[in-house]
T-cell receptor, first 116, second 109 residues
Framework: DAGVIQSPRHEVTEMGQEVTLRCKPI?????LFWYRQTMMRGLELLIY????????DSGMPEDRFSAKMPNASFSTLKIQPSEPRDSAVYFC??????????????FGDGTRLSIL | DAKTTQPNSMESNEEEPVHLPCNHS???????IHWYRQLPSQGPEYVIH???SNVNNRMASLAIAEDRKSSTLILHRATLRDAAVYYC??????????FGKGITLSVRP
């Protein structure tokens, strides 16, 4: 079975450029999550969607970050303009929607982003 | 969200059992105990979760104390591929998955 698919795997770009990260969740999952991992801050939740609707974006660092989920099989995380402090590994995860806290999340392999 | 406490690191020998402890003294009655692991250069991977009873799956076993204030992830026979950071996370209704620092497991050949 295909897992969560993220692209690109690596991205190197210059400060000020627009960066778009892509995610395809597991088919049938209706919750999608974007995380960021750095050495300093560990793994942080940025935003999550239920049934393509953003539910909690309190983790999005600032207005330069935006996320969309136009349909059940695709989501993007965009940074515009990018800054060196945005350098991190960005993970996408998906799960079945639930309310009790017992659904496992399945993670992609991440996008390693470097902003020069 | 209730917090968990894990040792920073642990070492084990290949082919021996590993017991990874987690303390969660402020756990609420509806919090599930989740374990994830992250191998080097990979995304986190779900391992197991439970509420009150001990749980077994193909990857590991989860032993939950009777008062639920602690739990132990058991790898029955460690392999080199089990070297990873293991996260113990409490998750209640409509709550997020909040990752702490986890415990770094090293496996000696």
């Amino acid at each position: 079975d295909a897992g969560v698919i993220q692209s690109p795997r690596h991205e190197v770009t210059e400060m000020g450029q627009e960066v778009t990260l892509r995610c395809k969740p597991i088919s049938g999952h209706n919750s999608l999550f974007w995380y960021r991992q750095t050495m300093m801050r560990g793994l942080e939740l940025l935003i999550y969607f239920n049934n393509n609707v953003p539910i909690d974006d309190s983790g999005m660092p600032e207005d330069r970050f935006s996320a969309k989920m136009p349909n059940a099989s695709f989501s993007t995380l965009k940074i515009q303009p990018s800054e060196p402090r945005d350098s991190a590994v960005y993970f996408c995860a998906s799960s079945f929607a639930e309310s009790r806290g017992n659904q496992p999340q399945h993670f992609g392999d991440g996008t390693r982003l470097s902003i020069l | 969200d209730a917090k968990t406490t894990q040792p920073n690191s642990m070492e084990s020998n290949e082919e021996e059992p590993v017991h990874l402890p987690c303390n969660h003294s402020t756990i609420s009655g509806t919090d599930y105990i989740h374990w994830y692991r992250q191998l080097p250069s990979q995304g986190p991977e779900y391992v197991i979760h439970g509420l009150t009873s001990n749980v077994n799956n193909r990857m590991a076993s989860l032993a939950i104390a009777e008062d639920r204030k602690s739990s132990t992830l058991i790898l029955h026979r460690a392999t080199l591929r089990d070297a990873a950071v293991y996260y113990c996370i409490l998750r209640g209704a409509n709550s997020k998955l909040t990752f702490g620092k986890g415990i770094t497991l090293s496996v000696r050949p």
